[in-house]
């Protein structure tokens, strides 16, 4: 092939300019996006910065649920089991306390198959048989008293200054009942749970009828 030469006094300046510059703008790295401002200038930005618009500056959010009006405690949760013609049917038996903590105070039992569905009747058991303790001033009880209830047996007494002096299921009725400063002795050998919640229920019951003084 033929090579054509070409003088350099025939190459100017200005042509060589004139093609520089649309490659070096070209290769020039396009302007950033702020993602700050949005797409709607600094409107978007302070969207973006302060969340959605009519929500900034209102603090932090209250808690709307309303407290329940009976608190409730678990005293016994067992698995039982049905012996039928086609097979074994198992079951959750459960024994709830449910009180106020202000002198009102119900044991209640529930089975089903699922323990939250046996959890809500034992609920609801308590509930139909609640009891209103006759308390004194400082929610304590105004005399000694004593009760059975099949093998169990407790004796519960005023101790002014020393606080819930109590064990078992006992202690979980008189604290949901509200009641302060006694103490409690079971006088059977029985561990039944279940019996010792009903025992204390029957000896509350005693003070239906006693009539209290107004404190000075």
């Not at 105004?142 to 093998?151: G, N």
């Amino acid at each position: 092939m033929d090579e054509t030469i070409i003088p350099t006094a025939a190459v100017t300046e200005a042509p060589i300019a004139e093609a520089v510059v649309p490659l070096v703008q070209a290769a020039a790295p396009a302007p950033e996006f702020d993602r700050s401002r949005g797409r709607g200038g600094d409107r978007g930005g302070d969207r973006g910065r302060g969340g959605k618009s009519g929500q900034r500056n209102r603090g932090p959010r209250r808690d709307t649920r309303q407290k329940p009006e009976f608190d409730q405690k678990i005293v016994s949760l067992r698995r039982v089991t049905r012996v039928t013609s086609g097979g074994r049917r198992f079951a959750f038996s459960v024994c709830v306390v449910a009180g106020n903590r202000k002198g009102v105070v119900g044991v209640g039992q529930g089975k089903a198959t699922d323990t939250p569905l046996a959890i809500e009747k034992a609920f609801r058991d308590a509930k139909k048989n609640m009891i209103k303790v006759n308390t004194t001033a400082n929610m304590s009880i105004p005399h000694e008293i004593e009760a059975k209830y099949a093998a169990s047996r407790v004796k519960i007494m005023p101790a002014p200054g020393k606080g819930m002096l109590a064990g078992s299921s006992i202690r979980t009725v008189l604290e949901l009942a509200g009641i302060k400063e006694v103490s409690s002795k079971l006088l059977s050998r029985s561990k039944n749970s279940i019996n010792n919640a009903y025992v204390a229920i029957e000896a509350l019951r005693q003070l239906e009828h006693t009539k209290i003084r107004p404190s000075k």
